[in-house]
């Protein structure tokens, strides 16, 4: 019982977001009602379009009805009433809007493209859905406020796993574009260096590439920050500086809750992680080295050595786990987090770093953030809790990161030529 209990939930649910796969669920109902597997294209190919039609309707009935649902949703937490509204209670893990989400006109919008409707074998997916919901967080933003702050996570998300931000990525003319607008940029990662030069070395082309672009105003180019550590080392954009980037002292960003944060503590927590990181690489014979790190301890493979991905899922568990237990870590917030090939643990995380991003840009409020980024699985996952600090997207690789700020632009512009 124990057994089954730990692979149904320890190694299942927290890879699952409960809300898409509810939505997944109401879905599944029409594509099975009016789905017609057996009619060969060539034949009826009238009879598919009907019932293309047909479908997409129900799909977009039951995006409507969501949206609603968020809509209460957001009013029950504008009341003071967490927990009290229907969506809660048919999805508990369901977490803070902090603007409407447009689903029936996102489906409609995703629908078109993706050609959800007319498939008659493979019901709506969870990539269906994820992509329908940041379509809808866009059309939420761009309609009921201005975007002010964009950050991003970095690997997978700006560039493929272990790479750099080279000068020949196409997400780089989109990121000029968006310090043209006057938006501001902040490149939220877990890489926790202390010295520019290995942040230049990560994001060489965009850095590069601001300082390249003469159409930038000095003030726009100031909009480009990097916070370091999920939330720990803050560098603002300086084309005097010979990495293009300097070192901003905690004074201007700390947010106030951050000063308890204290040296020993910080020591402790990581002291408890690193002896369940060394637990778990002797009991898993993981081929790893330990790091410990400032404010940071992970494990990175031996060279020419990988990591299984349940192997690294288990640490992260494992780790999260014990740190939890402790009573630093009731003092502390903490990341525990799987890399693709290494682990590890900072101290604070996203949701930190985002709002230090917020506050070192004048107090941008979160219903006017996106934070993009790949991970945002329960467990293990780094971007995850950026939700609770701002609006989110959730990408999959670097080129949907492309598409999102393509779509961006074009609903922006619809949205100004109907105003």
Request: net charge neutral; charged share 25%.
């Given at each position: ?13 927290h890879?699952?977001d409960?809300?898409i ?15 017609q ?5 060539h034949?009826?190919s ?6 293309a039609?047909a479908?997409q309707q ?15 949703h ?6 003071s009433l ?25 489906f409609i919008?995703?629908?078109q493209?993706?050609?959800?409707s ?40 700006l ?8 000068g020949?990525?196409?997400v780089?003319?989109r ?42 105003t ?32 905690r004074?201007?960003?700390?947010l ?8 020993k503590?910080?020591?402790?927590l990581?002291?408890?992680?690193e ?15 330990v ?7 992970g ?18 568990l494992?780790?999260?786990?014990m740190?939890?237990r402790?009573e ?7 990341c525990?987090?799987n890399g693709?090939n ?15 991003c ?6 941008i409020?979160r219903?006017?953030?996106l934070?993009v ?7 293990g ?14 990408i999959?690789?670097p080129?949907?990161?492309?598409q999102?700020?393509d779509e ?8 100004s030529k109907?105003e």
């Amino acid at each position: 019982m124990t057994t089954r209990y730990r692979v149904e939930y320890a190694l299942k649910t927290h890879r699952r977001d409960q809300l898409i796969e509810w939505i997944k669920g109401l879905l599944a109902v029409p594509f099975v009602l009016h789905s017609q597997p057996t009619v060969v294209f060539h034949e009826e190919s009238i009879r598919l379009a009907a019932v293309a039609t047909a479908t997409q309707q129900r799909y977009a009935e039951i995006m409507r009805d969501v949206e609603l649902l968020i809509k209460d949703h957001i009013n029950h937490n504008n009341r003071s009433l967490p927990g009290k509204s229907k969506l809660k209670l048919l999805v508990p893990t369901v977490g803070h809007f902090f603007t409407p989400l447009l689903l029936e006109d996102a489906f409609i919008y995703q629908d078109q493209r993706r050609h959800i409707s007319r498939r008659r074998f493979v019901a709506p997916s969870f990539n269906d859905v994820r992509l329908t919901l940041n379509t809808a967080q866009l059309m939420g933003l761009v309609r009921s406020s201005a975007i002010r702050l964009l950050t991003f996570d970095g690997d997978v998300t700006l560039y493929e796993d272990g790479c750099c931000l080279d000068g020949d990525n196409p997400v780089l003319s989109r990121l000029l574009r968006l310090l043209s607008q006057g938006k501001k940029i902040g490149i939220v990662t877990a890489a926790g260096y202390t010295e520019p030069s290995h942040y230049y070395l990560r994001l060489k082309g965009l850095l590069d590439a601001v300082k390249a672009d003469t159409s930038l105003t000095p003030d726009q180019k100031s909009g480009l920050i990097v916070m370091g550590g999920e939330s720990n080392f803050l560098f603002r954009y300086d084309q005097s500086s010979p990495h293009l980037l300097s070192f901003v002292p905690r004074s201007e960003w700390m947010l106030d809750e951050m000063h308890t944060w204290n040296d020993k503590d910080i020591d402790e927590l990581l002291n408890v992680a690193e002896a369940s990181l060394r637990e778990c690489v002797s009991n898993l014979s993981l081929p790893a080295n330990v790091l410990r790190k400032s404010r940071a301890v992970g494990i990175y493979p031996v060279k020419g050595k990988k990591m299984h991905r349940e192997q690294l899922e288990e640490t992260v568990l494992v780790v999260q786990n014990m740190v939890e237990r402790s009573e630093v870590g009731k003092k502390l917030p903490f990341c525990a987090f799987n890399g693709g090939n290494d682990v590890f643990i900072d101290i604070g995380d996203k949701s930190w770093g985002v709002r230090a991003c917020q506050r070192y840009f004048g107090g941008i409020d979160r219903s006017t953030t996106l934070h993009v980024g790949d991970q945002f699985l329960s467990a293990g996952a780094n971007d995850f809790k950026a939700r609770t600090a701002c609006t989110t997207a959730w990408i999959a690789n670097p080129a949907e990161t492309v598409q999102l700020l393509d779509e961006m632009f074009e609903l922006e512009s619809e949205y100004s030529k109907g105003e």
